[in-house]
């Protein structure tokens, strides 16, 4: 190796740890944010749901039912839908700058319109980095069948 390729290496080696710091840093942000959404949807915590979601959010159920930020925290308060339990696995998450995709498998059980209702399910989070802060933008899910 010669002079200017080592000295190359030594010049971006540092970045790569920095990078790989903040992709680190990133990921246990976005890992929060996760427990956080799970807790105000449990707790019915409508100041911590409004600060969790994107003023555009989609929330897409498995149904195909489509909820706005305002329609899904309406209805988690009025209990119309009403989470008892939500137990996660398999989660992954993949940065992109200031984009973050979380893949993750969902224990389900809620009471939705009156109806109790216990699911698995395969669910595709996207949230974006919009003023130093994680916002919820996207949310789907998808049924998976019972596991006997």
Request: aromatic fraction near 8%.
């Amino acid at each position: 190796m010669n002079r200017q390729t080592l000295f190359i290496v030594f010049l971006l080696l540092p970045l790569a740890f920095t990078v790989k710091a903040q992709n680190a840093a990133g990921k246990n942000d976005v890992m929060m944010k996760m427990q956080s959404l799970r807790n105000a949807l449990l707790a019915k915590d409508s100041v911590t749901l409004s600060s969790l979601l994107a003023d555009d959010v989609t929330y897409i159920h498995s149904s195909g039912f489509v909820q706005t930020k305002s329609q899904l925290i309406k209805d988690v308060m009025s209990g119309f839908q009403d989470y008892k339990s939500i137990e996660p696995s398999d989660m992954n998450i993949r940065m992109y700058d200031n984009a973050s995709v979380v893949t993750v498998k969902l224990k389900t059980s809620v009471i939705f319109g009156g109806k109790p209702t216990d699911l698995n399910l395969l669910v595709t989070l996207t949230w974006i980095k919009m003023s130093g802060d994680w916002k919820l933008v996207a949310r789907e899910s998808v049924k998976l069948p019972d596991l006997q």
